[in-house]
């Protein structure tokens, strides 16, 4: 069993961090850990190379998780929430999952990526409003072939409480880490 985690966190140690450690420390199998903030990975440019062709014009770091999405069995996303959406590093990632849009929407190709399950977590403060944020989110998802997706967990008030004495949350997260261990 393999789980890609794609942090969306500038914070190491912060509250997002906190949560998915916990997934990280307690699924079954291998674990890779993407963070956006620190990785070598460009947004698409809108080249349209994959329009006509498999894979990214762009050669950087994103060839490693392309080679991991094809295998691995979860995929988990975590991300505070900023304006009540993705961090933009994030969306930064997730805008080179193009080429798997355009896999069956331009070539009329099957994107030839093994279903999975997926998760999200979110951590904030601010208003609250997680929903466009997970909307976004589960769309990433579906793009890589995540289809069951586990029900959103999150964490609010993050400016006066931490993550990890959020009791709700806390159960969230051990429901995902069942979810993904089981087969």
Same mark, same amino acid.
């Given at each position: 069993m393999e789980t890609l985690i794609i942090n969306g966190s500038p914070r190491i140690n912060g509250d997002t961090w906190s949560l998915f450690n916990i997934v990280k420390e307690n699924i079954a199998g291998g674990c890779k850990v993407l963070n956006a903030y620190r990785c070598n990975i460009s947004p698409c440019i809108d080249c349209r190379y994959c329009w006509q062709n498999k894979g990214c014009s762009i050669e950087d770091g994103m060839q490693e998780i392309y080679s991991y999405i094809q295998f691995c069995d979860n995929i988990l996303i975590a991300s505070p929430i900023y304006f009540s959406e993705l961090t933009?590093? !994030?969306? @930064?990632?997730?805008?080179?999952?193009?080429? #798997? #849009?355009?896999?069956?929407?331009?070539?009329?190709? %099957?994107?030839?990526?093994?279903?999975?399950?997926?998760?999200? =977590? !979110?951590?904030?403060?601010?208003?609250?409003?997680? @929903?466009?944020? #997970?909307? /976004?989110?589960? /769309? !990433? !998802?579906? $793009? =890589? %072939?995540? #289809?069951? =997706? $586990?029900e959103l967990v999150f964490t609010h008030n993050t400016n006066v409480r931490p993550a990890v004495q959020d009791t709700q949350a806390l159960m969230g997260v051990q429901s995902i880490i069942k979810f993904f261990n089981c087969e």
């Open positions: 933009g590093k !994030l969306l @930064d990632v997730g805008s080179r999952f193009q080429t #798997y #849009y355009c896999a069956t929407h331009f070539r009329n190709e %099957n994107a030839g990526i093994k279903p999975k399950k997926g998760a999200v =977590i !979110l951590t904030g403060g601010g208003d609250g409003r997680m @929903d466009k944020a #997970y909307e /976004t989110a589960c /769309t !990433l !998802l579906h $793009h =890589i %072939n995540c #289809y069951n =997706i $586990h």
